[in-house]
């Protein structure tokens, strides 16, 4: 198989980088000299051009104040999400449907050709993006933008390698906005067999996988794995202990898993990767799993080789897919030289209103230890930004309600509020109202029959507790439960709401009757 992109090696050495091969768009800015000398003052440094900082630096600069923002790659303007992350991901997801839908991930040429053009289709997305954030920001009076790496000299100072030399910039106000990058498990081989990647490398290789191994069964590694499972790959998923979704009910977490097997999927739970390797044939990586249970063990894995009824699975692919986390970027900020503390898992330690140990240092966005999502590294931008507006009562950390979240699956996972287990635990007398996917006709008309909804309603108050939708679109309508659960309308609302048809989002009326 050959790759334009990084593996794992040079991966985890450029910080979790796209590839450097990636070419910039024509209109793509070259890597910028600072507009200073060796110290420049700023009334706001802003470190890492992620959601959360890059809002915050064009609201600052339109105000007229003089802000710097040090990104350290330059294919990364715009941050994790519009580069190596939501976006790109989400528009492999989108080709990988239709592929499927189109029948060409059944033929092997037509689906190398797919999943090429995906690739290809992806990258001219997220150069656009990246060019588009880049001068969004750098085009700005007040704005500069340095390139290079920032780490902290003390509370207010800190240090930018650039090309040119280090400019050492001083700030009346610092936010850390690094984000987080991909957790490396300790596994014998993981960071010299070619073959292994991240997400950020995965999504730069060329050609199909036809045989993909992941590890971790999370966010990245379902989607990741409904996506190759789309796009004709056979695809492995190993997840190093027994729990699948734990925090989903049971009805749910059974009708995602027969969903993602019906894919094509497999799963092997208690798998515990001691080793990887080069493939003795040169095709490909060749993985050494030690499998607690035996009944997983002997599930039909792709090219998996159980070749004793002991625990030791060999199992060959083409590629393997880290997926097992994200860490915090807080290495080689040299934090305490601020003064600022950082959790036990390496997060800047913060309160509610993201101030980190140190005055005048506010830490946004995933390197805060809170959940990793785009749209919360935009809300911790509106909690900065109204202790900057001096507002009597700050937005805060606690006054964030109902986040939704969504697994981008082929049958999309979206839920916000409590499932039945939390309610139960919560105390709450409620009743569970729930429907299959098939009863919409919206459903019906897309030919995406497959999932169910589930909702929990207060007794006697009729108030929302919560809302999970395993089904075609739900990834939009889970944002009008979001809002009833906001503005606290009651259950019966929903039920009676005149919506436009034939839509999933009608599917409310009935699932709330
Ligand atoms: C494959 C994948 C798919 C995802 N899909 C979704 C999704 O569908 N929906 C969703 O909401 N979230 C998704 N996420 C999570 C989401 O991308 C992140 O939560 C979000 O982008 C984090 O943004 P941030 O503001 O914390 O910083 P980031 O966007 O991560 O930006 C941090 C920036 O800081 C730079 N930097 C780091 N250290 C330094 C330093 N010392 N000096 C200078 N610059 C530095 C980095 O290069 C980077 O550009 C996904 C993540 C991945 C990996
Ligand atoms: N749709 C979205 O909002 C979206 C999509 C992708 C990523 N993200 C964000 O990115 C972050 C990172 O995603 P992720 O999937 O890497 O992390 P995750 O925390 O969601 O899942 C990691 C999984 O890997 C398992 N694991 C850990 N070590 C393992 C090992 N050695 N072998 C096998 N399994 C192992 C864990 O038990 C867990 O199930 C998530 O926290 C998420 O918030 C969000």
Known sequence: ????????????????????????????????????????????????????????????????KHVIVAEQNNQMYGGTCINIGCLPSKSLILDAERAQFSG??????????????????????????????????????????????????????????????????????IFINTGATARIPDIE?????????????????????????????????????????????????????????????????????????????????????????????????????????????????????????NTITHIQADAVLIATGRVPNTEGLDAQKAGIALTDRGAVQVDDLLRTTAPNIWALGDVNGGPQHTYISLDDYRIVLSQLDEREAPYTRKDRKNIASVTFLHTPYARVGLNEQEAIAAGFDFEVKKMPTAAVPKAQVMRHTEGMMKALV????????????????????????????????????LRNMVFTHPTMAEALNDLFA
């Open 104 to 173: 060409e991930s059944s033929d092997p040429d037509k689906r190398k050709q797919a999943y090429s053009n995906a690739i290809a289709n992806k990258r001219q997305l997220t150069a656009m993006l990246r060019s588009k954030n880049y001068h969004k920001l750098a085009d700005q009076e007040h704005i500069t933008v340095l390139d290079g790496h920032a780490h902290f000299l003390s509370a207010s100072e800190v240090q930018v390698d650039t090309a040119q030399g280090p400019v050492v910039v001083n700030a009346d106000k």
């Open 189 to 309: 081989g993981i960071n010299t067999t070619p073959g292994v990647y991240t997400s950020t490398g995965m999504m730069e290789v060329d050609e199909i996988p036809e045989r993909l191994v992941i590890l971790g069964a999370g966010y990245i590694g379902l989607e990741f794995a409904s996506m190759y499972a789309d796009f004709g790959s056979q695809v492995t998923v190993l997840q190093h202990n027994n729990s699948f979704l734990p925090n989903e009910d049971e009805d749910i977490r059974q009708a995602i898993h027969q969903s993602l097997e019906a894919q094509g999927i497999t799963f092997i739970t208690n798998a515990h990767t001691h080793r990887v390797s080069q493939a003795a044939d040169g095709h490909g990586v060749l993985l050494e799993v030690a499998v607690d249970n035996a009944d997983t063990a002997s599930a039909n894995t792709a090219s998996a080789d159980n070749s004793t009824d």
């Open 458 to 493: 207060e007794r006697g108050t009729h108030r929302i507790l919560g809302a999970m939708l395993f089904a075609a679109q739900s990834h939009e309508v889970i944002n009008i439960v979001k809002l009833a659960m906001d503005l606290q309308a009651p259950a019966t609302q």
């Open 1 to 64: 198989m050959t790759t334009t992109a990084t593996n794992i090696i040079s991966a985890t050495v450029i910080d979790e980088s796209i590839s450097t091969a990636t070419p910039l768009t024509p209109d793509a800015p070259a890597p910028t000299s600072p507009k200073s000398a060796q110290s420049m003052h700023a009334d706001a440094l802003i470190i890492g051009f992620g959601k959360g900082g890059k809002t915050l630096a064009a609201k600052l600069g339109a105000q007229g």
